[in-house]
Structure formats: C-alpha cells, structure tokens
C-alpha cells in the first residue's frame, strides 16, 4: 500500500492509502479532499491543479500546465496515477471549489428588496401566503383519581376543540416530549404543528412561555451554487439566508457527468452524500444557529433544483434524465420527509419539492416561472434563468412554452481557462478603453481585493469590451495588437486582463480565443433557444414585450452588454428586468403559500415543453448565433448605430 | 482514574476508567456490561455476584455470601465500591441474566398448537384473519418519446386501477427503489404494501419473479422475557420464532426500579436502548436471517407488552405510572412507526401497540384477554397472566372487570436465593418421596444437564411437595428433620434440593424459609386478587366456570399443585387450561387481523379496572392468603380429604 497525503493552506492534512497506478484525482474523492473537476476528470478543463511536494506520480504535463508550473510540481489531479508515497498541496485557491458557507443578514440589500417585490406580485395577483403551520396554546387541566385521561387524549380532544379537527395525529418525536412537558409547564403548553383539512399534526410541544418561531427552510438547489432562507412559518419573515457550493461539484461541473458518475458503484450514496451531508445539512444548521431557533422548530422545507438535482438529492437513480426517451423518474412527487434525507428539521416535516416538466426543465423554472408573473402578465412575456443550463419560458396568461438549452457553465466561470464563480476575487464587471485598450474592472470582495479570475457577468463584459474596442473580430479572433494582446502558456491569443503583479495567484489572468470560443457557444445557445422557441409560434424576438432574467449571474449583469454580444435580443433595455434568484424566490413562496404551491403545479402541468435536440432548425439556428452579435446583424439592428 | 477491568469466561475482557469510590454495579452499567439486578442494586436480593480477581474493593461481606466464599473473592458488585484498579470476574452462570437468543423450530411442538387453538377460536367467533397488506404483480410500458410519463406516475396508476383506489402514497423507501427496478425488471414489478380504505401505500418494490413474502413481526415485551414471531403477512404462517431475556433487566427485575431508573439523567435512554437496540434489533434481524427474509420486507408490527414496557420501548417518560394519580402517559396510541424507534423493518411500518387499560393492565392484558375467549363465553370466566405481575380480567359477553396485583418476581425465579427463569438447568418440576424426603426432579436442557436453580413452576412443585410431605407447616417453616433439612450459608433453615456434587454450580441448591416466606406472599397476591375483584362483584371464587392462565410460567404448570399451596382456587382440574403466551398470541392476531386490532381496542374500552391498592379488604385478603393453602381452608375442600 501507497501513502498519499493531501496537505491544505488551513487545516490538518488528510491521509489516504492506494494502490500503486491509482488515480489521484478518485483517491481524493474517496479521501472527501476537494478538488475542482468540472470536466469530470477527463482532462480537458484544467482545474484540478495540485502540487506535487514530495514522492513522485505518473503524470505527464498536460497543455494546461507551463514548462515553468510544471517544474514547479503542478499536475493536473486527473491526469495523475500514483507510484510512490506522496505527498500533495491542494491549493485553496486553485480550488474554485469551497464549501463557502455565508449568512447574510437579511434587514437590507438589494436582493430582499427583489424577493419582496416578487412575494408583493404574488399576493397581488391573488395568491395569498396563507399556510398550514401554525401554533396554539392549550391550558389543561391536570389528570386526577377521577379525571383519569391519559396525556395523548387529554392533548387530543383539546386540539380538537381549540382548532375545530375531527383527527389530531401525534407522531412520535412529539410524543415522546408530551409527558415531560405538561408535568414540567404545569398543564400549559404550546403546540405547534400542522393543519390538513380535518386533520392536525402535532409536531412540536413546548412550555406555553414558549416564543421561538416555528420555521420553514426554502431552499434553491443549483447546479454550482445552493442558497436557501429561514423563515418565521407565521410571519413570512426571513430569520437568515445561506448560500454554499453545492458539494457535488467535485464529481463534475454540469448535470450529465454527476449523472454518469451517480451510475457508477455507491455513485447515487455518493452524489447524495455530497449535496445532503457536504452541503444542506451544515448550510440548514448554521442558518438555524444564526437565528438562534432549533432544528426541531423547522417544521416544512421547499425546495426548487433542477431535475437532475431533485433526482440527485432525493437519491433516485437519475440515469432516465440523460438517455432515451428523457422520461425522468418523477415530475412532480409529494412524498418526502425530512427524514428520508437527513435533513436537520423536524422528522415529520415535509419536503415539497417544485415539480419538473421534463429532463431539462425542473423545479427551479416551474418555481422561478411563478415569481416571474409572467402567467399573469397580457403581454408577451419571456423568463430566462441562466445557469448551468439556460432555461427558458415564454407566454403570457393564456399559455405557456417552456425549453432549456445547454449553455455549459460558462455563465458561472467553468470552460472558461480564467473563470471562475462570483466570490472574492471574481472580476464581475469590466470596461476596456478603446484608444489604450487598458481594462477597468470590478473585482467581488474588499476594496483592495486583488482579482483571481472572471465570473460570469464579467466575462460578459470583457467580450463585449474587446468586441466594441475592435480587439476581436464578430468570430472571435484578436484583429489588434497591443501590449494586453499576447499568448498564453499554450499559445493561445489571449487578452491580458491582469498581469502576474497585478494579480492575486501570481499567475496572469487572461482570457483566450478558446474561452472565447466557448464563451460565444453558450450565448449562441441561449440566443438560439429563444429564437427557435418563438419560431415554433411562428413568432419573433420583436414580440417580446417583457423580459425577465434570474439566475446566480448576479444583479451586476449589464444588459447592454448581453445584447451587445448576441446573447439576448436587441430590445430596449427597459423591457429586460432582473429578477434575482427566482428559483429560491418561488421556493419562499411554496414555503409560505398553499395557493403558491397549487399555482406552481398547475404552471408545470399547463406548461408546454419543447425539446430543441429534436426541433427543426434549432441547429442552423445555433450555428448562425455563435458570432458577434449574429451571422444576422439585422438582428441587433442598435448595434449598427 | 482507577481502571476496572471486566472478565468473562467467554469473549474479551472489557475496560473502563472510574473515580474512586465508585459502586461497581453502575460502572457495569456504563460498561454494557451485563450484570443481573433484579432489587437494582439495594443489596437485598444477593445476584449480582462479582468475584474480585485483583486489586481491592471496599465491599462488605453481605448475609449472601459465605466466608468461604467471601475469602475466595465473590463480591456483590452492588454493595462494591472502587478503590484501586481492579479486574473483576464475571461469571455467566452466575449471571442469571443473558441476552439468550434462541429461534425455535415452529412446525412442531406444543406451543404452536396452543398458538394456532387460540387462532382457531378468535376466527371461529367471527374475528376474520384479514389485514391491509398485499402485495400485486404490475406489467407496465416502458416510456417513449409519445408515452411519457414518468416513473411514480405510471406505476401510481397501473395500482389504482389494479387494486382499485383513489389515491397511491409512494413514500421514500419505494421511490428511491422504482426507477432501477422498473428498468431492471423490464416494467414488470411486484408491489408490496398497505391499503388503508382508498389508499395505498407503497411500501417496497421488486421484480415481478420475487416470491419473497411480505413480513409482519409480533412481538411480547415482558419484564423479563420477550418473545417474538416472524409471520406471512399474506397467509399468516410463522417463518420464524425467537426469544431474548429483556436487556432492561439490569436496571431492576420490576417495572418500578425500572421506572426510576429512567427518571435519572439519560434513563430513559438507556432504557430504551437496552429493550430496543439490545434486545428487539437482534432479535428481529435473528428471526429475518433464520427465515431468509430482508428487514425491508417487515411491513408491520405489533407490540404487546405492559404499560410501562410500552411507554419504556416507545422513550415516553414513565414516571407517571408509579405515581398519584397513576395516569400513564397513553392507553391507547396510534402514531408509532418502526423508524421512530428504530427497528429491522421497513421505514414506514407501522407499529401497533396493543392498548393499556391502566398503570398496571396493559397490552400484553388486552392482547391476552382477546385470545382467552372470555369475551365470548356465556360461563363466568376468569383469566390470569402471571408474569412478573399478575394480571386477572374476570367475566363474560356481557362484562368485564380487571386487576392487576404485584407478585414480584418470583413466578420467574426472582426473590428466590437459587431461583432462576426457565432456561437450561432450571428444575422446571419436581416431586419428592413423602417417606425419604428424596426429590426428583425434571430440568430444563439437554439430557444429562445437571441443575443450575428453581424456575417459577418448579418453585410450585417444590414447596407444594414440601407441603404435602409435611416437611414445612403452613406458615412455610420446616417441620421434620432429615438429611435433605438443613441450614444454608446464611443460617437460614432449608431444604437441600442439590448438593454440591448434584448442581452444575458447585453450590447447593436449596430452597430456604425466607424463600419460602416470599413465594407465599406472591401466590398469596394472586388468590387474594382473585377473591378481591370476584368479592367487589358479591361473587366468590366457585362461580368461575372456566380459568384460563396464561404467561411464561410454562406449559409445565401443575395446576393441581398451585391449587394445593393456595395460589389458585379449589376448582375441578378441568376447568383450568393453560393457553400459553396469550401476549404473544394476542400480538400475532393483531398483526393478522384489522378485525382481531378492532376487537382488542373494544376490550380495552369495555374493561373496567379496578385498582386493588384503594380497594377495601385487599389487604385482609392478601393477609389470609399468606399461608398454605389459606387461613380458611374450607375454600380448598378438596385439600382436606
């Protein structure tokens, strides 16, 4: 047996044995060592970058790595089989993957702002946040000689007479507590739990005195990035809200390589594991810590993800999703309990989980669809969500077409050789002076805060930069020289956003014809959806009267700049609104609202879903769109200005 | 810290660290370490023999232990404080107390005769044998690009039209199984599960060739033993059969050291561990193995056991049973499943727990009282459990009345200075020669095993002989003289049963005044139960037209000799039926019939309790009964001729 020891910037090392010709990569999985893999392991992103400090591997120097790095000790994870002990640094920063755990405090900001605008719509159009949790004071009297109920009964028949039930159901977890409570509050306490029809569900009791709020977890699932809310059941209030990387993202970047690698032997415990334990279990307790309310008190949880993610989390085999004929195992299931998966809540709290409408289009648009109103709206409407995938909806009140595109993770910094997602570090937002052609950025974190890499938003701008500036040409290529034009260790005509000095790894951060490349690809493919959509209606781009943009890209997305590169249409920017995290949004809203809940299954059941892979045209219609703006300039025609 | 070392004749040592002064029958505790205390450790009952093999204890000689015995280093591990590292021998055989498992062949025997009379009779009185569980064979479609609905939804109604209902529940357990096998079968599948009215709830799923049977278990929680079996849901033969002594019996022999024992800081915990984590899982997973069954397949369960096993076994505090106004935390409560309490069955099985009439008639009473039949019978009819407790419901169709009184362990070998339960080397019956006051004796185990102890039928016997030979008075104090008459350790005059070469010990085996005194004061409890309730009646003990007695005591029982020593009353022997373990049988009925469930709910309802300790002239009666056979002999005429 082989030792292999990953050491970390913070925090102990790990130890791990081996076999000799193992992978290194797999070994640190089986190790719970982090490591980014967005290609899954297959050699082609570059991100798994490790050090070599002692001991010697098998591994070749892929084009990812300079001559320089390379001498250095840095391999690629993938690409690595061990042959000796060893002993290897994980670069934290290399690492894009972090289980970043952030509460944010939830009295300001812009982002409460849109999430209560999107609840105010709601409830104005007519669906109000009324739920079924809710929590009641009994004062009973104590058991006697002749008075000889027992404590069940005696709770029983007067929460049927304090909440009008013909059935009060005491599970377990409350039982248990009944005898102890009553004796030690002296007859009074509270009862908190939920209502359904006739019936009651006690799942909580306590000492009357008791004032902690009963709760409820919203949660997004994403691709890349989990965030969810506490919330007061009564009052809607949000206690806290946190945001983690999904924990699987270290079995690959986008949904079809987490699917493949669920089908491997353990592959569904493992993927499971890495979402629920990694990622939801520690995210659901501290946002509980934070707001000082036990688990136990969360008494519903909703959650809106992706319908690879719904398989994925709830543990069901998720192959179905990705092979002929992309029946999933499940649209819409109303089963779960908390318990089922661990989460930390009340065992019997239920998780609804928003309804898929295909393999491409989950609970997350049916959720997000809700808070955009567009069901409500008589203009021609379209939501985009931009994540992983692009989904999309459009319609208006009287029907409603939905598809998603493969947009690659572009968006949240993957394929891209620099990207990386929106935290500190992250250029979000770039201009470039056409005369110098030197760049002014924005970099996510505190003043001072040296840039890392790109994430979305700012690749967005950085490409419609260098296009306006004329430093690339419509397909992409570099037509100017200057000193920010240059080639990187591959090659690769590249942009120099920020030199070694200038940035925090001490390695350039540049972008290149290649991410570019990539880059063009995923905004063609979300143009391209759009357009084929609306050409199935025998419709155009100009019928778009409102647009409304989600997603985690962030609030800071220039919409000038999607146009200005071809990735959405040529309207005038007040047509295009953002509305946030919509998946989460309408999560809350499924939390807090029966009606929420009813109006969300019924937009999945009425939603028309349109598969692009078999729709005529959409290719051509892809293919034309990978250019700046469009092969159609006409298209974009204040781009011509 | 002082390290106590625990050794055994089997198995590897065990260790645990202690402060001095520590009593060294908790440190067993904290050490799993299984000692029997039937008195819980006051010293009064002298089982829990230690021997001191190094290092010191601060340890008294106690009354129990003899000077020799006392010098070879036997200890009483409840009187035995810390004061130095010690290793401490732990004899097996001393340890009355042993988790024995034992899974019994059920196509033959006795008892299984008993078990399937009982069934025949509850089914011949119009209780069918039929229950919710069934399991259906589905040939589905596989989706395609035309037919595309998904898993849950295809097989969701494929079952309502198959078994006719109008709603399917398919809980987390089914779900995360249908999507391989669904694909694995070729969209033929076996569904496993319960109808509840219109519903049904899927609880497992197979490939359609699968033939392994849908499972209940029933289980009898008794103070000291527990009993269980494994059953056919849908044709109601027993695949398996298992008994274990209740881990419980360390924190005391009774259900009130019991009691207190879990009032103290993570009792109730460890309580309950001990019935359910050492007792019932293997208990369970021994019967799954045995019949080839996976725990996933247990569909149901049912629990007979007495009020304060049930509130122990579900973790509800039990304090309010031993205490004013003794009202129990529940009778009858219908929320338990097996994953609340964690046992070997599938996730959403139900466990029914046979409803409590009172702090001291519980389960095992209404359970027992179904299958007695008494219910059902013109005749005066009494029946009686004689456990650890005894229980008694007296009546007809047309009434029922019942009592429990509290005759302590000795029915089961506790109180007893050699008695021990009815395992390998109890002397289960005995007879002894009236001229040479030579026993003969019958003990449990292979041919040729030498005695160990006196179980509770053999105890009848003996002092019933002892009686007979006039060898004791009526008072219990030895009246003739012989070499089997002698004075044991303690100087207590008794009778010689073994001797040292005769036992399997090494140490006689007697039966001394003081035992006798105590077995009289329990027989004493039960007649004068009987003659307590019948007289709150203005009735006496000749209108009992039939006696049915039921419990662990064994099929061994002569009822003529409990008859001759006063414990039951002077009727024709022909009116006495031993009907075994009514609890266990009760249990059984309930999980094969809805029906049988129903009708053991109605009992519990119509039973009315009458509480001996308030009831005027127990006490002169249980006084008057304290003697052989009685103070009035003329209730035993037959006695006189």
Not at 111 to 139: H, M, R, T, W
Not at 235 to 254: K, M, V
Request: hydrophobic share 40%; with cysteine.
């Amino acid at each position: 047996m082989l030792k292999v020891t990953f050491r970390f910037e913070h925090g102990e090392p790990r130890e791990i044995f081996a076999q000799e010709n193992e992978n290194l990569l797999e070994l640190a999985r089986k190790a719970n060592v982090a490591i980014d893999a967005p290609c899954s392991g297959n050699g082609s992103c570059g991100k798994c970058r490790i050090r070599l400090v002692k001991g010697a591997l098998n591994s070749p120097k892929p084009r990812q790595i300079s001559e320089e790095d390379y001498a250095a000790g840095w391999r690629l994870a993938c690409l690595s089989r061990i042959v000796s002990d060893v002993e290897i640094e994980v670069p934290d920063i290399a690492s894009a993957y972090k289980s970043r755990m952030k509460t944010a405090d939830l009295s300001t900001g812009e982002e409460v702002a849109i999430f209560n605008a999107a609840k105010q719509s709601v409830v104005d159009a007519g669906i109000p946040f009324l739920n079924d949790y809710l929590s009641c004071v009994l004062e009973l009297s104590a058991p006697t000689l002749d008075d000889t109920m027992p404590d069940n009964e005696r709770v029983e028949r007067a929460l049927m007479e304090e909440l009008d039930v013909e059935f009060v159901d005491i599970p377990h977890c409350a039982m248990v507590e009944l005898a102890a409570t009553l004796r030690e509050a002296d007859w009074k306490i509270r009862c908190m739990g939920r209502r359904d029809g006739d019936r009651f569900t006690l799942m909580a009791v306590a000492p009357a005195g008791d004032t902690s709020p009963i709760c409820g977890v919203a949660i997004d699932i994403g691709t890349t990035t989990v965030t969810a809310v506490l919330v007061n059941l009564e009052t809607g209030e949000l206690l806290s809200r946190g945001s983690a990387g999904n924990g699987q993202i270290r079995y690959g970047a986008d949904v079809i390589n987490r699917i493949i690698e669920s089908g491997k032997p353990g592959g569904r415990k493992r993927l499971q594991d890495a979402i629920v334990k990694e990622t939801l279990q520690p995210l659901i307790r501290t946002m509980c810590s934070e707001a000082n309310v036990s688990p136990e008190r969360v008494l519903a949880v909703t959650v809106a993800g992706n319908t690879t993610m719904n398989h994925l989390f709830v543990g069901v085999d998720a192959n179905s999703v990705r092979t002929e004929p992309y029946i999933p195992s499940f649209f819409h299931w109303n089963g779960l309990m908390a318990r089922d998966v661990k989460l930390p809540a009340n065992p019997e709290a239920k998780v609804i989980l928003a309804p898929n409408i295909g393999s491409y289009v989950g609970g997350d648009i049916t959720a997000g669809a809700l808070m955009s109103m567009i069901w409500n709206h008589d203009e021609m409407s379209l939501f985009i969500d931009l994540g992983t995938n692009g989904e999309i909806v459009f319609g208006n009140r009287d029907f409603l077409m939905s598809c998603a595109c493969s947009a690659g993770p572009a968006f949240e910094g993957g394929d891209i050789s620099c990207g990386m997602r929106a935290t500190d570090g992250a250029i979000e937002a770039c201009t470039i002076d056409k005369e110098t052609m030197e760049p002014t950025f924005r970099v996510i974190g505190d003043p001072g805060q040296k840039p890392v890499g790109l994430c979305g938003s700012g690749i967005i701008d950085v490409i419609a930069e260098l296009f306006r500036c004329g430093i690339i040409s419509a397909k992409g290529q570099f037509v100017r020289e200057g000193k920010r034009v240059s080639q990187d260790v591959n090659g690769f005509d590249c942009y120099i956003l920020a030199t070694e000095e200038e940035s925090e790894t001490g390695r350039p951060i540049t972008i290149n014809i290649v991410d570019i490349d990539n880059f063009i690809r995923a905004k063609g493919a979300i143009f391209s959806a759009i357009c084929t959509l609306l050409k199935s209606l025998e419709l155009d781009v100009s019928c778009i009267e409102q647009m409304y943009v989600a997603g985690g890209i962030g609030s800071g997305i220039n919409m000038r700049n999607t146009v200005r590169i071809g990735m959405f249409p040529d309207l005038p920017l007040e047509r295009f609104h953002y509305i946030g995290n919509s998946s989460l949004s309408g999560a809350y809203a499924m939390l807090m609202s029966d009606a929420a809940r009813d109006k969300v299954a019924e937009l999945a059941q009425s939603m028309t879903y349109v598969e692009l892979s078999t729709t005529p045209g959409y290719m051509d219609e892809f293919m034309a769109a990978c250019f700046l703006p469009h092969t159609n300039a006409e298209l974009f025609p204040s781009m011509m200005e």
